[in-house]
């Protein structure tokens, strides 16, 4: 058995995943998850996208977020799209250079950043995402398509 | 009882003699005509010039304490350190006058015609100057403490090292005025307009590193309901209190908010770079409005919507800043150009 610590969910460029995860050991996205996501750290490559309702210990993203995201602690670049809540305690977003590419660009989003939220608590949670401002739905938690129930992936790959 | 009466004062003015030094208190010449005649040194006190005709008059160091001068004609009259405490000059016309080093305490220039006036080192504690006309008038380093300046005009007004301390400045216009190293503390500035006025305030001016002025707003001042405007390339810095202010940034302008600068119930708008360690709260959402770049560092807050410009805002977030913020495209951006990834094609 693999020592716990070295263990990670990888889900893999190319791989598409709907539905509900959860993971006792961190997950890395290099592809795409669309819904309920529960882990104690979630790493979004520059590949990657999530989509849904997110809660994990730590987030480090470089690639597209989506939905609502609680977390102790947010690390972001990428893009964060429409419609998009993120409630954190703690928050870095890195200062891009004057002349290079933007560190994040954010589309019509919600942060709550900081001591009050870590009061009201993580599981405060919006009662729903705002609608798109193209009109499209927000990005909630999707049901399987097939009607499968939730996975639970535990040190897959 | 005067020295002289009225009329052996006329007598002597029209015969071409002196009238300096005499004691005139009391004197009594409503509506004369004295224009350019000398009553340096005299003593005035209470005297009656309402509605006079005493342009060029010389009035260097003589004392009117008390004096009624409501409605006098006094355009560019010498009161250079004349004593004129509790005198009442409502109304009063001192276009280009000299009242250097003046004692006006408690005077009443309500409604006063003071353009171009030279009040350098004057004397106007608790001095009722409302509804005045102070344009391009010199005032550094008079003593303004408690004076009721609200609804003056004091349009490119000199008020270097001024002292403002508790000054009502309610609706007063301020346009173009310098007020470096003045005294602002307590000062009242509601809807007082400050729109290009030079406030380096309590702080002289510094030069930043790339030859911008920098503007500098220090603690325990407070502004409120007022309306500045920064050129392009400014760098502006609060360390004060700005209450329901509204601050248009030029291209390029640099604005910080200090750890002790609150912005309580303001707006901000233009292509500015706003930097946050204090706290910022919006009055009208949004409360940033277009800024090029917006950072929020460890201890600073920021509640309020940004609505970005065009080309998007840089966004810089420090573990340990507070924000209840939303982020907003330009209504008129697209959809998609308001998500699209940069420097990689999916």
Not at chain 2, 75 to 98: F, H, I, K, P, Y
């Amino acid at each position: 058995m693999s020592d716990p610590k070295s263990r990670k969910t990888l889900v893999e460029e190319g791989t598409q995943f709907k539905g509900s995860l959860s993971s006792d050991c961190p997950i890395e996205v290099k592809g795409r998850i669309e819904g309920d996501l529960s882990a104690p750290a979630l790493a979004v490559s520059p590949s990657g996208a999530v989509h849904g309702r997110i809660k994990v210990g730590e987030i480090r993203s470089q690639g597209e977020l989506a939905g609502e995201f609680d977390a102790d602690v947010v690390q972001l670049s990428g893009v964060v799209r429409d419609s998009t809540i993120i409630r954190a305690k703690s928050l870095e977003v890195k200062l891009a250079p004057p002349n290079g590419k933007m560190q994040v660009i954010f589309g019509e989003c919600e942060l709550e950043v900081g001591s009050e939220h870590a009061e009201k608590g993580t599981t405060t949670r919006a009662q729903s995402a705002r609608p798109a401002a193209d009109g499209a739905a927000p990005a909630p938690a999707p049901a399987p398509e097939d009607g499968s129930p939730p996975v639970e992936a535990n040190g897959a790959n | 009882m005067p020295e002289l009466t009225a009329d052996v004062v006329l007598r002597k003015i029209k015969a071409g003699e002196k009238v300096e030094r005499a004691d005139l208190r009391g004197l009594a010449m409503p509506k004369a005509v004295l224009e350019g005649v000398s009553f340096r040194r005299c003593d005035l006190d209470g005297a009656n010039f309402e509605g006079a005709r005493l342009s060029r008059a010389l009035f260097k160091n003589a004392s009117l304490r008390e004096a009624f001068l409501a409605g006098a004609e006094l355009r560019e009259a010498n009161l250079e350190s004349a004593d004129l405490e509790g005198a009442n000059l409502q109304g009063a016309n001192l276009a280009g006058a000299n009242l250097s080093r003046a004692n006006l305490e408690g005077a009443n220039l309500q409604g006063a015609n003071l353009v171009g006036a030279r009040l350098t080192h004057a004397q106007l504690e608790s001095a009722k100057l409302g509804g005045a006309s102070l344009v391009g008038a010199q005032l550094s380093h008079a003593i303004l403490a408690e004076a009721d300046l609200s609804t003056a005009k004091l349009d490119e007004a000199d008020l270097t090292n001024a002292d403002l301390t508790g000054a009502n400045l309610e609706e007063a216009s301020l346009v173009r005025a310098k007020l470096r190293d003045a005294q602002l503390k307590d000062a009242n500035l509601k809807n007082a307009n400050l729109t290009d006025a030079d406030v380096p305030a309590l702080a002289p001016p510094k030069t930043a590193s790339d030859g911008a002025l920098k503007r500098y707003f220090g603690k325990g001042d407070v502004l409120r309901n007022a309306h500045l405007e920064f050129n392009e390339g400014a760098s502006v810095e609060i360390e004060s209190l700005f209450e329901q202010c509204t601050i248009a940034l030029g291209h390029a302008t640099e604005l910080v908010i200090g750890k002790a600068g609150v912005l309580s119930g303001c707006q901000v708008k233009g292509a500015g770079k706003i930097t946050v360690h204090g706290k910022f709260v919006e009055r009208e959402s949004p409360g940033i409005v277009g800024a090029t770049q917006l950072v929020v560092t460890a201890g600073g807050s920021l509640v309020g919507a940004v609505e970005q410009p065009s080309e998007l805002t840089r966004f810089a977030f420090e573990p340990g800043c507070m924000l209840r913020m939303k982020i907003h495209a330009r209504k008129d951006r697209p959809s998609e150009q308001r998500v699209g990834r940069v420097g990689r094609q999916r």
